[in-house]
């Protein structure tokens, strides 16, 4: 079993940059492919980033490709998120998330894959 504390939420201005972490504990962080998901408020916690078990796959969001990057290191147990252009309706709260898998280069997009899960960062992004 993993536990995950994410850090780096804050208040930014639009057009502003931030760098999410998630550190993870408890148990072997290289056999868990790792998620990135935010929730605002009175809407679905929704899928912004996920990256697999070796980093070597990613996947994004079409709202925020080119903007958002997750990464990976497997020697400091730890998954980020660097979030450029941030925009104002990309207030949330931001979570982490584990699921434990054989392959190397899944990576999973939707809540219901994820096992494991932080309490979240705020994110708020003013306008």
């Known amino acids: 079993q993993v536990q995950l504390v994410e850090s780096g939420g804050g208040l930014v201005q639009a057009g502003g940059s931030l760098r999410l972490s998630c550190a993870a504990s408890g148990s072997t962080f290289s056999r868990y492919t790792m998620g990135w998901f935010r929730q605002a408020p009175g809407k679905e916690r929704e899928f912004v980033a996920g990256?697999?078990?070796?980093?070597?796959?990613?996947s994004y969001a079409d709202s925020v490709k080119g903007r958002f990057t997750i990464s990976r290191d497997n020697a400091k147990n730890a998954v980020y998120l660097q979030m450029n252009s941030l925009k104002p309706e990309e207030t949330a709260v931001y979570y982490c998330?584990?699921?434990?898998?054989?392959?190397?280069?899944?990576?999973?997009?939707?809540?219901?894959?994820?096992?494991?899960w932080g309490q979240g960062t705020q994110v708020t992004v003013s306008s």
């Open positions: 990256i697999s078990r070796s980093g070597g796959s990613t």
């Open positions: 998330a584990a699921d434990s898998t054989f392959y190397l280069s899944l990576v999973k997009v939707t809540t219901a894959e994820y096992s494991y």
